[in-house]
């Protein structure tokens, strides 16, 4: 396993020395107002189809107010912890960066990545009179070493400032931390996440379909002649997936395993979705995805397939189609499958080799969210896997996760055992009054 022997220690002070937050391309801890951000698609939201004869940014077409804009701006202007919740494509990142430049221009803004030491970036924002902490995907800033209550608290107090923590987070990623999972994930991982997400008060949904107002609304913007096009297709699919492509994205994946089309290429892209399916949600190395999309091309027939070369089929993966975005976003850190994809209801069960490969790819900490999400796909196996890999290597709370698993497995009393094994541990190394994994069933 890569990074088998590098501590869990080791790995947060090498991310402590190399990780920065910034705005856009600028500088470590760069200050930017909000009215100077000049590049949405920085900030998550997918470009659209450009029209013949234009610049870049035209990238990203008008934008349209939906419904709930008004209550989002006011929202935001109001400071606090502002959360929208819906399907890949829905437009929540957009209109998350519209209601921001609407509503507090002035502001300075700190785009936030997963790999961010939240320590160092909660230190600036307590320094920062008026700031908005931008919280793309904010399943990736949960669990191990991610946001917590206190930080929260941290960054949002003091009667002098006014900070907005503005996130966005996928219907599915959402529903994993409520109340109805409990029995299935309840650890202290699920705890301190939808801890945290209860300081969003009442997370503004955003449907994937436009409502008749909202596509009136389109409509009557004849400027765009995307947005009109979008609109002729509205009673099918969303305004913002169609201006996303994604429906035209994830056809020409479902197509591309014929004979003489992209066959290779649809395995990788195969491999890359289910990467993220799995708990992993960074870019991927080549030479990973070299390695997982075997299985994949195999299943569909292998060289009776007569599949591409690799090469032709990374080209094919990550070329920019119906000018909107790719079925793979390359970036320099590998390749990451676009999420719209991760959520189509057709895909297939994650093969056993794609577990065994990527678990053997990832650290202990990536094997730890790697498990929740194997508890999420009903993958026991798996994750008794996962967790065992975080626990030896000392992951927070990964032995109780483990005791989780084993449970679910249907091995209740190996669970208990061990269980009641961990909490005379924790007794012994802690004192009677600090040991918390007792509170839950197995």
Not at 195 to 211: F, G, I, K, Y
Request: proline share 5%.
């Amino acid at each position: 396993m890569a990074n088998a022997q590098q501590t869990l220690g080791e790995q947060r002070t090498k991310r402590r020395a190399t990780d920065t937050f910034s705005v856009g391309s600028g500088p470590p801890h760069a200050r930017r107002p909000v009215r100077d951000l000049d590049d949405p698609i920085l900030f998550g939201v997918h470009p659209a189809a450009t029209r013949p004869g234009t610049g870049q940014m035209d990238r990203i077409p008008e934008f349209v107010s939906r419904d709930r804009f008004g209550e989002v701006q006011g929202r935001v202007a109001a400071g606090g912890f502002v959360l929208l919740v819906g399907e890949s494509t829905a437009g929540k990142s957009r209109m998350a960066y519209e209601a921001m430049r609407a509503a507090v221009p002035d502001h300075e803004v700190f785009r936030a990545r997963p790999s961010d030491d939240l320590a160092v970036l909660t230190d600036v924002v307590e320094r920062t009179r008026r700031c908005v902490v931008w919280l793309d995907e904010l399943d990736q800033f949960l669990g191990v070493g991610g946001l917590t209550m206190e930080i929260v608290a941290r960054m949002l107090g003091g009667r002098r400032r006014h900070t907005v923590l503005l996130a966005t987070m996928r219907s599915k990623e959402y529903d994993r931390y409520s109340a109805r999972q409990r029995d299935l994930t309840d650890a202290a991982t699920w705890r301190a996440g939808r801890d945290v997400l209860l300081m969003a008060t009442d997370p503004v949904e955003l449907d994937r379909l436009w409502s008749h107002a909202e596509v009136a609304r389109a409509r009557s913007m004849t400027r765009d002649p995307r947005v009109a096009a979008a609109c002729e297709r509205a009673d099918r699919f969303g305004v913002a997936e169609l201006l996303a492509a994604g429906p035209e994205l994830a056809s020409d994946w479902a197509h591309a395993s014929q004979p003489g089309q992209h066959p290779r290429g649809a395995a990788v892209v195969a491999a890359a979705v289910d990467c993220r399916r799995m708990g992993l949600h960074r870019p991927i190395s080549e030479a990973l995805l070299r390695r997982l999309h075997e299985p994949y091309l195999a299943d569909r027939g292998g060289p009776l397939l007569r599949p591409e070369p690799f090469a032709d089929a990374l080209a094919w993966a990550t070329s920019i189609t119906h000018g909107t975005s790719s079925l793979l976003l390359p970036s320099s850190d590998g390749y990451l499958a676009f999420d719209y994809l991760i959520d189509l209801p057709w895909l297939r069960d994650i093969p056993q080799a794609s577990w065994r490969s990527l678990l053997e790819a990832v650290t202990p900490v990536e094997a730890y969210d790697i498990g929740w999400s194997a508890i999420a796909l009903q993958r026991t196996d798996q994750a008794l896997r996962a967790f065992d890999i975080a626990r030896v290597h000392n992951v927070p709370d990964a032995e109780y996760s483990y005791v989780i698993a084993l449970g679910n497995s249907g091995r209740s009393a190996d669970a208990a055992n061990r269980l009641t094994s961990e909490v005379a541990d924790r007794q012994r190394r802690l004192g009677a009054g600090g040991c918390q994994c007792g509170q839950a069933g197995a």
